[in-house]
């Protein structure tokens, strides 16, 4: 039977997400108690958080968490991380038995900044320089995917129901100001760990649910761009989506959204015509950028957290906020049971993306 | 003279519905149909018969059929009986064998080696009953990037775009090759679907002039009837290089279809043969391209897209991508089953390649080469229905161009005789009692219906994949499957064999 | 009131018109049958010209029909309120005065004079409907009903 990255799987999923506005810093257990809710939504195949803040002591650092299936492909992959950056600290992920979790990979993470020296001779800024790092270890590297590569921020993921996956990760003993979290029902696959979400790049971490019906536009378009879509997932399509238009065209997170969800062609010819040259603009030259067909995104980052769905409202997702917490769920019960008083409720509009900023204060 | 060889067609009257009403007599320009001496009995003649079907179509009675002309020769799979008419109708007289239409061999149609796809359970199809889905189409050249100001006003200077409610353009045909008539129905239909026609190579009608905004004015390499004026009322300019119907080869309208009217259109004199030379004799290598392409961008103050159009040939990815390097904002692809006025049989059966192979090799390159939006990429020749749209923009089109099927709505049945000036159907002739069978009310209302009933299959297509907007089609190539093909020919395709 | 408008840029010379007006006038309603059974039937408008340029020419239908004018046994008449010039079989002797008068020469000879009606009760006459080129129309082209 075909891995992912052979073959595309559509699945089915539940997402969730918290985050603190001002920064303020709380424990993997809200996440995991929202997500476990919603337990029925997800089949044991895949689960995963992101989380925001967990490393300050290495803020400065990029944070790469690795799968290794055998260890000469760690062996290799680590012959290519040392020689293309400093790196401070080599060591395995803590991790807890937990009975329905098995067949774990060799789980590392390393704490580096760029060779220099190689940054400078290939002419790329850092992040670029990374990124690009990243993609190739994922492409090129057999038995080695890289599956977190941010400053200050990382993903855990696994095979496995995603409540048992913070607890074999023992999230609880992280502390991040934003959380997402996904829990997984592909309708085709052997389950691989690399395929579980989140997805991520650089800070960027998707969480999703839905089958975009774009996809391979999508894929196609990007890959004109450096990118390489190993997994043909729709969540790693739209994490580089998000990590061109915002990093290499340097557009704002809500326009990168506008995009990502356009308004329809009758809505934008009753705009003002202000709005209207915006919208058309970014429809004509980033139409391919367009996501089609049902999906709810959860897009997490170091400027905050967004949420979009698709422009016919096909999948559900549901907001809420209390004080200077902001939740996200695919069922409001998934909401309620972390926060049973909220001030407001809302189900996420399909043209009317929701961008929760972090307010961080400059020492942060 | 003896002639060696057999009439194509058999036409059967059948005595028994005959009314001897003489409306085939008066109606086909072969004279085929005759009365005899008293003036009232009607008889018919094979010879110059070419199944256009005009009399068939009008007869009130259904008293006519028109059947292969059956003369069975000793079986050969070699020397074929087409194979020989060919010899013998050279060995009469002479000269190069001329047909007209597309290329009629049964070469591989890959369109129909590619089934689509629609959504299960995992992903709802979308009703285009209910939901909006959106066929909106926008060509021009698309700047790399966009940026705004903090008010998210535009910084970016937008290149000239065109916009389309239909990813269905009428092709290029000349007025000259087609009639008045046939132009009129073609602009008043552009107009009326929100789309745009082709003025070919013979300039734009004065009755039209009104019409340039709905038009793609063809600057080929006869340069007829181009003019300043003629290039600024236009929806974009499209340089013609080739035709896939024949690639490498020039055109010539002879002398006899240059009236007064094609004669102003063209501003050539009347009766002279207008002949539109192989090659642009300006345009020797792509350098020389690029600078027409400026040129005729600083003539049109740069308001105005220009479109090079190239025939599928073996390079043609490469040519596209130094097209698109050139400074071409669209590029038209025309594949070798396009159909033409005119065109030496040898060349029109056997120069050029498919359009879906050339269009997935094309759109790849680009794509490869990172410059996939800064050209518009049209595919011509031919999509004959909407499922072959669909096909084509999953492949990477933006949009296609039809001609044949155009031209098959108001009445043409394909008899692949244009180049004899006689068509009866008033499509393509000059002769004003030919012309006059085109009521271009009748023919613009069929075109319209024909563009309106594609527009609801695409959507109903788009809606049974879960898309809702075209621009999730472009490019998408998951959603074709290949069905009889080898490997060889998926990968070019790039999509993967049904069952994947 | 409404009245046929033959266009002749339009006009094929195909004939048509005179098929389908003897058809709609015949027994049958069908061609075939018509054309064989029915020799004596005549087709009420007329295809004047060639290939080169044609038109149809039928009954105008006139404000002040000359015809009625003349007609001597009262066959016919200008309906008061449709306007439409019909000759009422049973009354005409066949005397061919109408056709004498007629500035259109639209007025065939038969047993008795053989005109167009409009063909009365069908929405649209039938040469009309069945004109492959739209260059007969049926049209409002006001003028009198009441002669």
Known sequence: MLKEGQVRIPSGCAIAAVIDTTGERFSGETIIRSIALMHDRSNGLGGGFAAYGIYPEHADSYAFHVFFDSEEARQQCEAFLFDHFNVDVSEPIPTKKVPSITDAPDIRRYFAKPNKVRMREAGLDEAEYTARCVIRINAEFEGAFVFSSGKNMGAFKAVGYPEDVGEFYMLDRYKAYLWTAHGRFPTNTPGWWGGAHPFTLLDWSIVHNGEISSYDANRRYIEQFGYKCNLQTDTEVITYLFDHLCRHHGLDLDVAADILAAPEWDEIDEMSPDQRAYFTALRTVYGSALVNGPFSVILGSNRGLLAINDRLKLRSLTAATKGNRAYFAS???????????????????GSDPVFIPLHLSKED | MMRYFQPEFHIVRDPARCIHCGCCVRQCANECHYFDEDGKTVLCRDESCVS??????????????IEKFKSDYRESAVWTQQVQKEICRQASTGGTLLSAMGNPKPYPIYWDH???????????????????????????????????????????????????????????????????????????????????????????????????????????SGRFGVHKDYLNNSAFIEIKIGQGAKPGIGGHLPGEKVNVEVSNARMIPVGSDAISPAPHHDIYSIEDLRQLIWSLKEVTEGKKPVCVKIAAV???????????????????????????????????????????????????RLRDE???????????????????????????????????AALIAIGCHMCQTCNTGRCNWGIATQREDLTRRLNPEIAKERLVNLVTAWNHEIKEMLGGMGINSLDSLRGNRLMLRGIGLTEKELSVLGIRHAGE | ??????????????????VYCKTAHSKSKDPLRAYLNEPELQSRITVCGDNQKSVAVQCRHCDNPKCVEACITGAMQKDPVTGVVTCDAEKCIGCMTCLAVCPFGCIKIGETAVKCDLCQGEEEPACVKNCPNRALVYLEMGGKADA
């Open chain 1, 331 to 349: 069922e409001e019960s998934a909401i309620r049971v972390v926060c049973p008083d909220p001030e407001r409720v809302w189900a996420v509009s």
């Open chain 3, 1 to 18: 009131m409404k009245k046929v408008i033959a266009k002749e840029n339009l006009c094929l010379n195909c004939r048509l018109c005179e």
């Open chain 2, 314 to 364: 073996h390079n043609c990815a490469a040519i596209v991508s130094g097209v698109a390097r050139a400074g071409a904002d669209i590029i038209a692809i025309d594949g070798f089953r396009g159909g033409t006025g005119a065109a030496p049989t040898r060349i029109r059966d056997n120069v050029g390649i498919p359009i879906e192979l050339a269009l997935a090799s094309a759109d790849q």
């Open chain 2, 370 to 404: 990172g410059i996939r939006s800064r050209v518009s990429l049209l595919a011509a020749g031919p999509t004959r229905n909407a499922a072959d749209v669909v096909k084509a923009i999953a492949l990477g089109a933006d949009a296609v161009y039809i001609a044949s």
């Open chain 2, 114 to 220: 590619m089934l689509l796809n629609a959504s299960q359970v995992t992903n709802p199809s979308i009703d285009p009953l209910r939901e909006p889905m959106e066929i909106r189409t926008f060509l021009g050249r698309k700047p790399d990037r966009l940026s705004f100001t903090k008010d998210k006003k535009l910084l970016t200077e937008m290149p000239p775009q065109i916009k389309l409610e239909t990813p269905i353009l009428f092709s290029a045909m000349s007025f000259g090759s087609i009639s008045l008539n046939a132009h009129r129905a073609l602009s008043a239909a552009a107009k009326e679907l929100g789309t745009l026609f082709n003025t070919g190579e013979g300039g734009l009608h004065p009755d039209l002039h009104d019409m340039g905004q709905y038009a793609v004015v063809q600057v080929a």
């Open chain 2, 52 to 65: 256009c079907q005009r009399c068939v179509c009008l007869c009130p009675t259904g008293a006519l059929r």
